[in-house]
């Protein structure tokens, strides 16, 4: 492992990127460990494919070139004719991280069989595909139609998916301090990609043009119409794999147990109920004193109860998890319109007044307020 990790880190630096090199990876991988961890997915996983989903998140952009898959169309680049144009960074990075671990020194799947490496390998792949900006809104628009159903079920690839795809335009949704500095670093490395389409004489790319990007407003739009709208759908996914997750659980116990013997089956029971009636006060955020009436409602149906229900009448639970992306993500927004103002109030001063010699017009108002 150590091998291989030294070995991806080399390929991260490779183009000494702005935005995309090692720490990007590092940022990545943590987010999802966070998700897997903190909101509960973990559990309804198996050991592979959390293993396989923390492999995808190191790896996502490995050897990224510091430049778009779009850039790499126009230019012609051999790493788009070798994958026909089509998520050509995708496939780049995916195909060089298994080219990787195929060497001896750097094979980390050595002790998977036949089965658990075809497994990985297809969940790897699926994983880091998904992160191709171009499938954005039918990744949504699929997992959104899933959820709405009644009867939820979902892929675990594809709710991996979103989960990487996810993390990977994560910086929106944490802290300002780490927002800002991601968000700098990511437009100096498409400001440099500009640089080389005007050497190239090819037109630029959206937010390439360092002389016209507006930052402040190009990154509200980034956080009203894709980021807080992906983190929405990924909650409310989250949410349905943990209550499916709970309820499964709740009846294989039942049933587990029923078949044993009748009392045993008729405390675990109980114990279903009461656990539902507190997870639901709890949830809805009742006070103290309906906890202790569901609380009391339960013991009364475990002494009243004298054959074991059905396991099929357990209730489905209702979890919440934790969102805090989204203070960040309103907190953020409202920074950026902060700046916005400002640079409105500098134009309008350079404007009324552009002979005070108190006024420095050679700054740009993008790049005072940025």
């Known amino acids: 492992m150590e091998n291989f990790m030294t070995q991806v880190l080399h390929g991260y630096v490779r183009h000494k990127n702005p935005?995309?090199?090692?720490?990007?990876?590092?940022?990545?991988?943590?987010?999802?460990?966070?998700?897997?961890?903190?909101?509960?997915?973990?559990?309804?996983?198996?050991?592979?494919?959390?293993?396989?989903?923390?492999?995808?998140?190191?790896i996502h952009d490995f050897e990224h070139t510091g430049t778009t898959n779009n850039f790499h169309v126009m230019s012609r680049s051999e790493t788009a004719l070798l994958y026909n144009d089509r998520a050509v960074l995708e496939n780049h990075h995916v195909s060089t991280a298994f080219r990787l671990m195929r060497e001896d020194d750097a094979n980390i799947l050595f002790h998977l069989s036949k089965e658990e490496y075809r497994e990985f390998r297809t969940l790897v792949i699926d994983m880091v595909l998904a992160t191709d900006m171009s499938s954005h809104f039918q990744q949504i628009k699929s997992v959104k139609s899933l959820i709405s159903h009644?009867?939820?079920?979902?892929?675990?690839?594809?709710?991996?998916?979103?989960?990487?795809?996810?993390?990977?335009?994560?910086?929106?949704?944490?802290?300002?301090?780490?927002?800002?500095?991601?968000?700098?670093?990511?437009?100096?490395?498409?400001?440099?990609q500009g640089d080389k389409e005007k050497a190239l004489g090819l037109p630029y790319s959206p937010l390439c043009d360092r002389n016209t990007t507006l930052i402040a407003d190009s990154q509200i739009g980034f956080i009203d119409f894709i980021v807080a709208p992906s983190f929405e759908v990924c909650g409310d996914m989250l949410e349905k794999i943990e209550e499916k997750y709970l309820t499964t659980r709740s009846s294989s116990v039942s049933e587990s147990i029923s078949e044993e013997t009748p009392s045993a089956a008729n405390k675990v029971s109980a114990l279903d109920r009461k656990s539902?009636?507190?997870?639901?006060?709890?949830?809805?955020?009742?006070?103290?004193?309906?906890?202790?009436?569901?609380?009391?409602?339960?013991?009364?149906?475990t002494s009243a109860s004298s054959a074991p229900p059905s396991p099929k009448a357990n209730p489905p639970f209702k979890t919440k998890i934790k969102r805090p992306w989204i203070q960040h993500l309103e907190e953020n927004k409202k920074q950026w319109k902060e700046r916005i103002h400002k640079d409105a109030e500098l134009r309008a001063q350079l404007s009324v007044a552009p002979e005070d010699p108190d006024v420095d017009k050679s700054k740009s108002p993008k790049k005072i307020f940025v």
Not at 163 to 169: A, N, P, R, T
Not at 278 to 297: I, Q
């Open 150 to 192: 009644s009867d939820f079920s979902i892929d675990k690839s594809k709710a991996l998916s979103l989960v990487l795809h996810c993390c990977d335009i994560s910086h929106p949704s944490k802290a300002w301090n780490l927002h800002h500095k991601w968000t700098m670093l990511l437009m100096e490395e498409f400001f440099l």
């Open 276 to 301: 539902q009636s507190l997870a639901g006060v709890l949830n809805s955020g009742a006070d103290s004193d309906s906890s202790e009436t569901a609380a009391r409602s339960s013991d009364a149906g």
């Open 19 to 58: 935005y995309h090199n090692d720490l990007h990876a590092a940022d990545v991988t943590q987010t999802v460990h966070y998700m897997l961890c903190q909101q509960g997915l973990s559990n309804w996983l198996t050991d592979l494919e959390i293993f396989a989903a923390l492999i995808a998140a190191i």
